[in-house]
């Protein structure tokens, strides 16, 4: 299984050292899965870095970060599924990048926050943060 990081999972996993997604990362490692971020992501975090002014200490964990995590270009067949999607009031256009990424690679979204993920036709996606993991299984 291929499980792609969103933008909440992957803050969850800087800031919080006992967060359960960790330990279900651990988890899923050990059972074979692999882990990467969508270049999507990637932009996201580094927005965020330019707007936070911290010493530029989040654009060194971000750099760090993409040595353990592999960052995958944004596929060319995910622009027609972009496409496809339903306008969704709540949804930014990063989130919906990131699923239309994910459903064009055949991957699994991890999230650590409420989101729009469950209304985004057929996207299976896992809210790691807390304890009941839902799933959109399309």
């Not at 499980?3 to 359960?20: C, K």
């Not at 707007?51 to 995590?69: E, H, N």
């Not at 809210?127 to 839902?134: I, S």
Request: zero cysteines; glycine letters at 4%.
């Amino acid at each position: 299984m291929i499980y792609l990081l969103a933008q909440s999972a992957l803050l969850n996993l800087l800031t919080d050292p006992a967060t359960p997604v960790r330990e279900r990362m651990l988890a899923a490692q050990d059972a074979g899965s692999s882990f990467a971020m969508s270049a999507v992501t990637l932009a996201e975090l580094e927005a965020l870095a330019e707007r936070v002014s911290d010493d530029g200490r989040l654009r060194q964990v971000i750099s760090q970060l993409q040595l353990a995590v592999e960052v995958l270009p944004w596929p060319v067949n995910a622009a027609s599924i972009l496409g496809r999607f339903p306008r969704q009031a709540n949804a930014s256009p990063q989130d919906l990048q990131v699923a239309a990424h994910a459903l064009a690679i055949g991957a699994e979204v991890i999230v650590a926050a409420p989101g729009p993920w469950p209304q985004i036709p057929t996207l299976s996606f896992q809210d790691w943060a807390r304890q009941a993991a839902p799933s959109n299984p399309g």
